[in-house]
């Protein structure tokens, strides 16, 4: 039985199966991109869902764990050297447990670099640009009566739409024929800005071809769709 008590989050989220990978998550576009990733390896592990409309990533036990208070973050039990590792920063997680799964992360180093690359790209690109036309379309942003900032964030979102799109060409997946992180990290975020955020127009999306395509292909895989929905909302 692992002991996790050197982590104060769990005293808050108990862990009912220490000897698993604790998720401790919400399905938000950053949030699945761990779901999905341990739906696909088959990694055990064990979800909690943070409420973050309760505010509780501010709460000292989920900052214990990530000190900047964002979901998700995870614990492994069996880290380096049996040794339990605290982590966060879904870009990190989807790295790390490509490694220890040994899967979706290609061994030719020249192949590996480019899949990281565009997990980046993800990271410091596509997250926080379609995150700010989530904003300033469907939420508290709709109120600002200065409508240049959605103006500049929508055009940016089709720009980098526009580089997924060709990236696509003649290719399934990012990485061509095999399906990496890069798309897992992808996945949630061009379906929410289309679906949840509800600006597909705003975006020209009907005018893609390769990203629906793309998107279709990805949401029709079964670990896919069990982790867009994990943790549970109850």
Same mark, same amino acid.
């Given at each position: =039985?692992?002991?996790?008590?050197?982590?104060?989050?769990?005293? %808050?989220?108990?862990? &009912?199966?220490?000897?698993?990978?604790?998720?401790?998550?919400?399905?938000?576009?950053?949030?699945?991109?761990?779901?999905? =990733?341990?739906?696909?390896?088959?990694?055990?592990?064990?979800?909690?869902?943070?409420?973050?409309?309760?505010?509780?990533?501010?709460?000292?036990?989920?900052?214990?764990?990530?000190?900047?208070?964002?979901?998700?973050?995870?614990?492994?039990?069996?880290?380096?050297?049996?040794?339990?590792?605290?982590?966060?920063?879904?870009?990190?997680?989807?790295?790390?447990?490509?490694?220890? $799964?040994?899967?979706?992360?290609?061994?030719?180093?020249?192949?590996?670099?480019?899949?990281?690359?565009? !997990?980046?790209?993800?990271?410091?690109?596509?997250?926080? =640009?379609?995150? &700010?036309?989530?904003?300033?379309?469907?939420? +508290?942003?709709?109120?600002?009566?200065?409508?240049?900032?959605?103006?500049?964030?929508?055009?940016?979102?089709?720009?980098?739409?526009?580089?997924?799109?060709?990236?696509?060409?003649?290719?399934?997946?990012?990485?061509? +024929?095999?399906?990496?992180? +890069?798309?897992? $990290?992808?996945?949630?975020?061009? %379906?929410?800005? !289309?679906?949840?955020?509800?600006?597909?127009?705003?975006?020209?999306? +009907?005018?893609?071809?390769?990203?629906?395509?793309?998107?279709?292909?990805?949401?029709?895989?079964? $670990?896919?769709?069990?982790?867009?929905?994990?943790?549970?909302?109850?």
């Amino acid at each position: =039985m692992s002991d996790l008590s050197a982590f104060p989050i769990t005293e %808050r989220w108990p862990a &009912q199966h220490p000897d698993r990978i604790q998720l401790y998550s919400l399905p938000t576009p950053n949030g699945v991109k761990v779901s999905i =990733m341990l739906e696909e390896t088959g990694l055990a592990y064990e979800p909690h869902l943070i409420d973050i409309g309760k505010n509780e990533t501010w709460g000292p036990e989920f900052l214990s764990l990530n000190p900047n208070g964002k979901i998700p973050a995870i614990i492994d039990p069996n880290g380096p050297g049996g040794k339990p590792l605290g982590l966060f920063e879904s870009g990190a997680i989807l790295l790390y447990l490509a490694e220890k $799964a040994g899967k979706f992360l290609p061994a030719d180093a020249i192949a590996r670099y480019e899949t990281i690359q565009w !997990v980046f790209f993800q990271m410091a690109a596509i997250g926080p =640009m379609f995150g &700010q036309v989530g904003f300033f379309h469907k939420f +508290a942003g709709r109120e600002i009566e200065d409508k240049r900032p959605l103006q500049r964030y929508v055009s940016e979102s089709k720009r980098l739409l526009g580089v997924l799109e060709t990236r696509l060409e003649g290719r399934d997946w990012l990485m061509g +024929a095999d399906y990496t992180i +890069a798309d897992i $990290a992808m996945l949630g975020w061009v %379906r929410n800005l !289309v679906g949840f955020y509800g600006a597909g127009e705003l975006v020209d999306y +009907a005018n893609l071809k390769r990203v629906p395509a793309w998107l279709e292909r990805g949401l029709a895989r079964p $670990a896919v769709q069990r982790g867009l929905e994990i943790p549970n909302r109850g």
